[in-house]
């Protein structure tokens, strides 16, 4: 199967060192405004084909799948010219600017019957159903309440700080404390209540959501673009709890449990030895691709459009409107 890559940041280079290492799929091609730095990028991975312009590579009928890592603000854009190519793509999160696009996109792609799925990797990671199947046996109870927090230093990177490129922390880091907290919770979903901390460019540079469920649960999630967090995720059950280390690409699940009103030593579970993390994505698209299915099972359209629609409503919240809006 045959990968191009339509932008050559440095999202482009984690995927292109990926698909280097797997079996099944190739690095074919590379696609860049700018046809020096589509070459350099080529030489770089070791990719067959650099295109100056995305429209060039994207006419290129040997393509299998295109993964799209430009910023969120073209990520409609050149899905939908992809899919109308006739390829399967793999978007980057967020999928979308907001929820109509997502759904025009997933539409277009349902169409044409082409694979569309979203890059959130975390929902295609192993520590995805481990964390499910410690919480099915259950090993803390039943739980009521998950917190999580991301946060990164990059308040200078022009994609995370500009309007025009859909900055902020919401697109960039809220979706994953979102996306953790959907995949233990659900989205039963009572109300949302978000407040932010604006830059001065007009974007959100911190992010506090609260989040009630209809059957009594709660989430408490917060992110940041200006310092490092532990980035622990955290879930509560009558039983005892589950820390994980990293809720962006977990490493570790603690397990305590409460015995007699006593804390036990944890149960430490590490998680499967991975290439980057990207692979089980590219991994997923290769066998709906195979099977004809135009999503993944583990990031399914109507998934994919429940997170947009929180988005949506938290940047209501939040009184941002991006300007190409």
């Known amino acids: ?76 854009q050149w899905t939908i010219a992809a899919l109308n190519a006739g390829k399967n793509v793999l978007c980057e999160k967020a999928f979308a600017a ?45 739980v009521f309440t998950v917190s999580a927090n991301l946060g990164y230093k990059i308040n200078t990177v022009e994609r995370v700080i500009q309007p025009e490129l859909a900055g902020g922390a919401l697109l960039d880091l809220t ?26 460019t007009g974007v959100d540079g911190q992010d506090t959501v609260m989040i009630e469920y209809q059957d009594g649960k709660m989430a408490s999630l917060f992110t940041t673009i200006y310092t490092r967090t532990n980035r622990m995720g955290l879930i509560c059950g009558s039983e005892g709890y589950i820390e994980v280390d990293n809720i962006n690409n977990p490493q570790q699940i603690k397990v305590y449990s409460v ?26 698209c290769m066998k709906a691709i195979m099977e004809g299915k135009t999503e993944c099972p583990e990031m399914p359209h109507a998934q994919t459009l429940e997170i947009m629609q929180q988005m949506d409503e938290i940047r209501n919240q939040f009184g941002i409107v991006y300007p190409f809006e």
């Open 1 to 76: 199967m045959k990968m191009a890559i339509l932008g050559a940041g440095k999202i482009a280079g984690a995927m292109a060192t990926t698909i280097s290492q797997m079996e099944g799929i190739e690095n074919y091609a590379i696609g860049s405004r700018d046809l020096t730095k589509a070459k350099s990028f080529a030489r770089e991975y070791n990719i067959q084909k650099a295109y100056g312009s995305y429209e060039e590579m994207l006419a290129d009928k040997a393509i299998d799948l295109v993964y799209v890592a430009v910023p969120h603000s073209h990520h409609y």
């Open 98 to 142: 907001n929820e109509k696009q997502a759904r025009e996109m997933t539409e277009l792609a349902q169409q044409k019957g082409l694979l569309l799925a979203e890059a959130i990797w975390t929902r295609y990671m192993p520590s995805c159903k481990m964390l499910k199947d410690i919480i099915s046996q259950g090993k803390i109870g039943e």
């Open 175 to 200: 979706v994953y404390p979102l996306n953790f907290a959907s995949m233990i919770c659900g989205d039963g979903i009572k109300k949302i209540t978000a407040s932010c901390v604006m830059t001065d």
């Open 259 to 284: 015995d007699k009103g006593s804390l036990q030593l944890p149960q430490i579970i590490e998680v499967p030895k991975q290439i980057t993390g990207y692979e089980y994505q590219v991994q997923s």
